[in-house]
T-cell receptor, first 113, second 113 residues
Framework: DTGVSQNPRHKITKRGQNVTFRCDPI?????LYWYRQTLGQGPEFLTY????????KSRLLSDRFSAERPKGSFSTLEIQRTEQGDSAMYLC???????????FGNGTRLTVT | DAKTTQPNSMESNEEEPVHLPCNHS???????IHWYRQLPSQGPEYVIH???SNVNNRMASLAIAEDRKSSTLILHRATLRDAAVYYC??????????????FGKGTKLSVIP
């Protein structure tokens, strides 16, 4: 079990630029989740994949955000035209089944200047 | 969403037991009680979960009140590595809410050497 891997760990970008984050889940897990966490708050759900299908998206996921999971393996989260309010920790998690515990990565910390 | 209420912070002396409370008066019959913790600069980590009976694992014990309206996470001997934010989460066994974990602000546990 190599765990959930997220890259990069840190990203600093200027307002208006596009950024993309990658998540590699635990290999046998077909469920994948993205969460966002701001300072002092608990993680907030963004979106959920079962294999390659994106089954749920939060209202937090504006039109500038897009997530993909081609071939049901790794996933990417892209933010277009970043804003300062997008600064947060973006967490990825995976699980084997809907009722199984989630395994989280250590996140990508985004800073928009 | 079923809500939980936790103290904002707690302190414990090292090597002493810690009892972290959680109130969930609106819990439904199909909600499992899950606990996750988040160490500094890391993603959340699954700790334990239960439905009605008390549960034990290598990390902690979970004591669930008979009416299920409250629960307590028990760390038998706190170590400095247990300093973290602990989240109590209600998670339906199946359906949409089963994958969309709703985190509150949790309890920040400080361990005093």
């Amino acid at each position: 079990d190599t765990g959930v891997s997220q890259n990069p760990r840190h990203k600093i970008t200027k307002r208006g630029q596009n950024v993309t984050f990658r998540c590699d889940p635990i290999s046998e897990h077909n469920r994948l989740y993205w969460y966002r966490q701001t300072l002092g708050q608990g993680p907030e759900f963004l979106t959920y994949f079962q294999n390659e299908a994106q089954l749920e998206k939060s209202r937090l996921l504006s039109d500038r955000f897009s997530a993909e999971r081609p071939k049901g393996s790794f996933s990417t989260l892209e933010i277009q035209r970043t804003e300062q309010g997008d600064s947060a920790m973006y967490l990825c998690a995976s699980s084997a089944r809907d009722s199984s515990p989630l395994h989280f990565g250590n996140g990508t910390r985004l800073t928009v200047t | 969403d079923a809500k939980t209420t936790q103290p904002n912070s707690m302190e414990s002396n090292e090597e002493e037991p810690v009892h972290l409370p959680c109130n969930h008066s609106t819990i439904s019959g199909t909600d499992y009680i899950h606990w996750y913790r988040q160490l500094p600069s890391q993603g959340p980590e699954y700790v334990i979960h239960g439905l009605t009976s008390n549960v034990n694992n290598r990390m902690a014990s979970l004591a669930i009140a008979e009416d299920r309206k409250s629960s307590t996470l028990i760390l038998h001997r706190a170590t400095l590595r247990d300093a973290a934010v602990y989240y109590c989460i209600l998670r339906p066994y199946s359906g949409a809410g089963s994958y969309q974990l709703t985190f509150g602000k949790g309890t920040k546990l400080s361990v005093i050497p």
